[in-house]
Structures are given as C-alpha cells and as structure tokens.
C-alpha cells in the first residue's frame, strides 16, 4: 500500500486549492437517507460511513456510525419531508432530545410534523428523511 503525503490539494485549473486539514475538517463524516415509511421497513437510499438505522420507535431512529467519530462534539444537520404532495404540514428532524446524546458510534434521531396551525407537533416517520453529521477526522 502506498501513502500520498500533500500539503495543498490543487483543482486542475489551478483556480482553486484546499490543505488536507481543510479538506478533512469540512467534509461530512457521515450522512444517511433514508425512506423511514416504506412497506418492507426502514430502507437506506444512500449514506457515507452509515453501517445500519435502527427503528427505535415511530419516528425515532438510530443511525449507526461504520467507522466511530473521533469525539462526540460533532455538528447535526437533518432534515425531513412526507412524500405526499397534498399534505402541508411542516415536518421536522432533530436529535432525540431526552434520552440520548452524540455519541461516537451513533446518534439518535427524531421525526415528524406540525400540526393545527402549527402549534402542536406529531412524532411520526416521514418518506424522506436525511442527517449529514460534521466534525473533527
């Protein structure tokens, strides 16, 4: 196996250069999409660095890390949606707030929509669901 050591990383027209400490720190670790309704269960579309997802309980998930991150300090991004056109409810996707934390092997997920005006909220799984996790390499 060969190493390739660099110091800055050049696009082929020269316009544009990133360090490999840039590079690594502002690439996401992992990310995972997922249909969290579909008739055969949770189902992956794609993801980096995503091993499995966990059906903890409608619209709560867990998403299981391949490689673990190198600390729990990480950022979460997340978003959702219902595949349904018609339905006008804002939906939602955040980490799992009272019973879990960033860990470094997984994270923990909440989703689902709000409702009467947008005042109260449902947890439920939603057709389209995403998270991108960004931290430290």
């Known amino acids: ?3 390739l050591k660099v110091g800055t990383i050049q696009n ?3 316009g544009s250069s990133s ?3 840039q590079i690594a720190s502002g690439r996401a670790k992992a990310w995972c999409n997922w249909n969290g ?3 055969a269960g949770s189902a992956i579309r794609d993801s ?3 091993s499995s ?3 903890v309980a409608s619209g709560k998930w867990q998403v299981n890390f391949a490689n673990a991150l190198p600390n729990n300090d990480y950022a979460f991004s997340g978003s959702a949606a219902q595949g349904d056109e018609d339905n006008d409810n804002p939906c939602f996707c955040f980490p799992l707030q009272h019973d879990s934390q960033y860990l470094t092997t997984s994270v923990r997920v909440k989703t689902g929509y709000h409702t009467h005006g947008h005042v109260n ?3 439920a799984d939603r057709s389209f669901t995403s ?3 960004f931290g430290d390499s």
């Open 37 to 39: 309704q579909s008739a």
């Open 1 to 3: 196996m060969s190493t």
């Open 48 to 50: 980096f660095n995503v």
């Open 53 to 55: 997802l966990t059906d």
């Open 19 to 21: 360090t490999s400490e």
């Open 121 to 123: 909220i449902s947890i």
């Open 12 to 14: 082929t027209s020269g």
């Open 131 to 133: 998270i991108a996790i």
